[in-house]
C-alpha cells in the first residue's frame, strides 16, 4: 500500500527515523535493508544504511480509526470500527445519536465516507476505498432501493423506454448498478453532475451496464 526509503548511519537509526517520522507502531510495517552502510576508515568514505518500508493494513486501520474518532469527538461519544479486506476499508459507525451520524438521506454519512477516503488515499503509493455506515443504515438503505428498482425495471420493460431515478449519492448508484445486473433485457447508467446525479434505467436487447460510479 505504501513503500518508503530511509536513510540513517545504522539500519536502526533508520527504522527510528520512520517511526517516528510516520507514526509506526511494531505489527503495521515489515522494512528490508538495501544498504547495511559503512562506517569507512577513520570517519572518512562513511556511507550510510538505507532501508525500505513497507506499510501494512494496520496502519492504515489504526490511522484511518483516529482520524474519525477526531474528527467525531466534538459531537459526543462515537464508537469507530474499521475493518479490512484488501484495499477496501470498511467503518462501521456506533453512539447514542445515529441519526446525527447518518444525517437526512445519508449525506452525513456520504461526507464523512468522502473525506475518508481524501485522507487515506493521500497516505497510500495505491488506491483505496472508504465505505462508512452506520446502524446498518446501507444494509436498509440497499433493501429500499431493491423495491424502488424492481418498479423501475418493470415500467422500463413494459414501454421498452427508460426510467430515470431520483439523484443519488455514488455509493446508492453502485447498489443500483449491481441489482440491475441481476436482470436480463435492461442495463443502467448514470447521468448529470454531482450532487444531482441520477441513475437511468433502460431497457436493452443485451442489458449491459453503461456505466459505473466511482
Known amino acids: 500500500m505504501k513503500k518508503v526509503r530511509i536513510s540513517a548511519p ?20 515489515e522494512y528490508t535493508i538495501i ?3 559503512s562506517k569507512g576508515i577513520f570517519g572518512l568514505f562513511s556511507k550510510d544504511a538505507e532501508i525500505e518500508i513497507n506499510f501494512n493494513s494496520n496502519y ?5 480509526e483516529e482520524f474519525l474518532l477526531n474528527a467525531l469527538s466534538a459531537g459526543g ?22 441519526g ?26 495505491t488506491k483505496l476505498s472508504v465505505s462508512v455506515d452506520a446502524g446498518q443504515y446501507k444494509k436498509r438503505r440497499k433493501k429500499n432501493l431493491e423495491a ?8 422500463a420493460k413494459l ?10 449519492f455514488a455509493f446508492e ?26 441513475v437511468v434505467i433502460e431497457y436493452s436487447a443485451n442489458g449491459k451496464n453503461e456505466e459505473e460510479d466511482n
Open 35 to 37: 544498504d547495511k552502510g
Open 148 to 155: 424502488i428498482v424492481k418498479q423501475a425495471i418493470q415500467r
Open 100 to 125: 446525527r451520524l447518518i444525517g437526512k438521506h445519508g449525506k452525513t454519512l456520504a461526507a464523512l465516507q468522502h473525506v475518508a477516503m481524501i485522507y487515506l488515499n493521500r497516505m497510500s503509493d
Open 159 to 168: 414501454t421498452k423506454g427508460k426510467v430515470m431515478l431520483d439523484p443519488m
Open 77 to 98: 461519544d462515537v464508537v469507530v470500527k474499521v475493518s479490512c479486506s484488501g484495499r477496501r476499508f470498511l467503518v462501521e459507525l456506533d453512539g447514542s445519536d445515529l
Open 60 to 64: 492504515f486501520t489504526r490511522k484511518l
Open 173 to 198: 448508484r453502485r447498489m443500483v448498478h449491481e441489482i440491475v445486473k441481476r436482470h436480463k433485457n435492461v442495463k443502467s447508467y448514470s447521468v448529470g453532475v454531482e450532487p444531482y446525479r441520477k
Open 10 to 29: 545504522t539500519v536502526e537509526e533508520a527504522l527510528q527515523k520512520a517511526k517516528e517520522r510516520f507514526d509506526l507502531r511494531e505489527g503495521e510495517y
